[in-house]
């Protein structure tokens, strides 16, 4: 185990739909993470969060919506998604962001289907 | 902008055969360069990091390199088994976050 849970773990939802994505470290990590992997493409980086602050919003679309609550927690809510939006969601921690030097630990991922 | 390259893309070995993982970057401005598996459908397991200013790391039967003035990184997997089976993706840390190459897939076969 990483330290890292990510629910629900699989997730089939219509383009109507509104879901949430949820992400608890164990760890007393500071800084946490949203990626999206899919299919034939590198990882690509969502959004940081830094002591609960977002740092970084990679030019993702207003129909992802994160929220931080404290450290310890990240949700990703979703809605009005599209098809292509379909992806392995993974979330990671680190102890802070403002050091770059330190590792990532990654939770399983949630694997969404848009319909 | 920072771009990572991992050669091969898929790399089928039998097993017990020594291999080599390559990874390059365009950006040679890095404060680490991480080695990552992931077995399917699960997330990311950190292998090694290196910081900018080593030129190796070693854990047991893996053994990474790092020319950081050529962008260049090595992943070296000694005795290869079918447990080693999985994706390896290569992760470079510079003035933003985490960038990923697309990954090398790598079958063991026994």
């Known amino acids: 185990e990483t330290g890292v849970t990510q629910t629900p773990r699989h997730l089939v939802m219509g383009m109507t739909n509104k879901k949430s994505l949820k992400c608890e470290q164990h760890?007393?990590?500071?800084?946490m993470y949203w990626y999206k992997q899919s299919a034939k493409k590198p990882l690509e980086l969502m959004f940081v969060?830094?002591?609960?602050?977002?740092?970084e919003n990679n030019s993702v679309p207003s129909r992802f919506s994160p929220e931080c609550p404290n450290s310890s927690h990240l949700f990703l809510h979703l809605h009005t998604l599209q098809p292509e939006d379909s992806a392995l969601y993974l979330c990671?921690?680190?102890?802070?962001?403002?050091?770059?030097?330190?590792?990532?630990?990654f939770g399983p991922g949630t694997r969404l289907l848009v319909l | 902008k920072q771009e990572v390259t991992q050669i091969p893309a898929a790399l089928s070995v039998p097993e017990g055969e020594n291999l080599v993982l390559n990874c390059s970057f365009t950006?040679?401005?890095?404060?680490?360069l991480q080695w990552f598996r992931q077995d399917p459908g699960k997330g990311l397991t950190s292998l090694l990091l290196?910081?900018?200013?080593?030129r190796e790391q070693t854990s047991g039967r893996l053994n990474a390199s790092l020319d950081k003035s050529s962008g260049r990184s090595t992943l070296y997997i000694a005795a290869s088994q079918p447990g080693d089976s999985a994706t390896y993706l290569c992760?470079?840390?510079?003035?933003?976050?985490?960038?990923f190459g697309k990954g090398t897939r790598l079958s063991v076969i026994a």
């Open positions: 290196i910081q900018s200013s080593q």
């Open positions: 760890l007393g990590h500071n800084a």
């Open positions: 990671a921690s680190s102890q802070s962001h403002t050091s770059l030097r330190e590792t990532q630990y």
């Open positions: 950006d040679s401005a890095i404060y680490n």
């Open positions: 992760a470079v840390s510079g003035n933003t976050p985490l960038v």
């Open positions: 969060y830094n002591f609960k602050e977002q740092t």
